[in-house]
């Protein structure tokens, strides 16, 4: 059994509100959407018409990493249905309560690439900022489950120290912003990052690693694109999609502001057994992803992080699913299959 408690429970919306600058924006519809998430599995069960007999196994899971699914997500599961693809990245289940071999709390060993407080700095050329600690959707297969946010929510002050290592190496050409959700985050406490960022001669893009315009679309309102707009910086978002059921009109919609904006779309997929672990799943994601102007970017293997071991497939089966991919899709629409590993100076091909 695992007995440690995610950090994730220690921390509240509360911590994302208030890091970047004390003082709260009045709330917009994505805020209050955000903050109205399903948090309890029996309201999640319920809601869903599922059996009442999953409830000690979500509650199970529950108590390791909170539930939480937005409204705008619940509406894309089917009802009765308790093997849809979409609710399998949501439900709390007992299996993660159990211990596996090789499945870590860390399994990144991002704790040893942390020179400043919320920055991360594994890659050449490239940091990654944690901007905000929450998520709007809590993904059960999150190498990030067990992070330690609260040390790492810098208030507005404290980002100095990360902006000064910014500021201090010209070697760094990009940045990050990662978290938890980066978008979960207010657009002022953004805006105010990112300009602080694009004040740094040497900063050339601007990365957003988000799932926020996927699970509740409204958050691409006009504030985000407004100060997406005023950046000089050159603008990535990579998306962060497992399966077409994810990618509805609303979905489509957000992501055609966001190409006006001149916002380049990317999308990376984790490989999940019971999600998308075949390949017409994966030939539909990438046909639908193209469809939404979105193209496919990395599918990753599973990162071993405890809690999760009842969605890894192997390598081997992993390698014979893209490889049969292939034969089904256009090289562009083609994700390329890596691994994260700790203490490589890139993602590691599989
Ligand atoms: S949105 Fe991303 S960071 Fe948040 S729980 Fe899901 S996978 Fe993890």
Redesign the pocket.
């Known amino acids: 059994m695992i007995t440690r408690r995610s950090p994730f429970l220690q921390e509240n919306m509360m911590i994302a509100a208030a890091r970047l600058e004390p003082g709260a924006d009045a709330a917009a519809p994505w805020q209050r959407q955000l903050s109205g998430a399903i948090r309890d599995p029996r309201q999640l069960l319920e809601r869903l018409g599922l059996d009442a007999r999953l409830l000690d196994g979500a509650r199970a899971g529950h108590v390791l990493f909170e539930v939480r699914v937005p409204e705008a997500y619940l509406a894309r599961i089917a009802r009765q249905a308790p093997d849809d693809p979409l609710l399998r990245q949501v439900l709390p289940l007992e299996e993660e309560t159990r211990s596996a071999e090789g499945y870590v709390l860390d399994p990144l060993e991002e704790a040893q690439h942390r020179p400043a407080r919320g920055l991360i700095h594994k890659y050449a050329g490239r940091v990654l900022l944690i901007a905000s600690p929450a ?1 709007a ?3 059960r297969y ?1 190498f ?2 067990h992070f330690p946010y609260a040390d790492n929510s810098p208030s507005r002050a404290q980002w100095q120290e990360a902006l000064d290592y910014l500021r201090g190496d010209d070697s760094i050409h990009e940045a990050i912003l990662s ?3 980066p978008l979960a985050a207010s657009d002022r406490q953004l805006g105010w990052l990112v300009g602080e960022l694009e004040a740094i001669p040497h900063l050339k893009r601007l990365r957003i690693h988000t ?1 926020l315009p996927v699970v509740i679309p409204d958050r691409v309102d006009d504030a985000l694109l407004g100060w997406i707009n005023a950046t000089r910086l050159q603008k990535v978002m990579v998306l ?1 999609i497992n399966h077409a059921n994810e990618i509805d009109q609303t979905v489509v919609d957000a992501c055609t502001r966001l190409k006006k904006a001149g916002v380049t779309l990317l999308n990376q997929s984790v490989l999940l057994r019971g999600v998308n672990d075949n390949v017409a799943t994966l030939a539909a994601l990438s046909e639908r992803l193209f469809e939404a102007g979105i193209l496919p970017y990395y599918l990753h293997v599973l990162d071993p992080v405890q809690g999760a071991a009842h969605f890894d497939v192997p390598d081997d089966e992993a390698r014979t699913l893209v490889s049969r991919l292939r034969s089904h899709l256009p090289g562009f629409l083609m994700p390329r299959l890596v691994r994260e590993v700790s203490g490589e100076a890139s993602k590691t091909p599989l």
């Open positions: 998520c959707v809590n993904c999150c990030r489950r978290g938890g959700d799932r962060h």
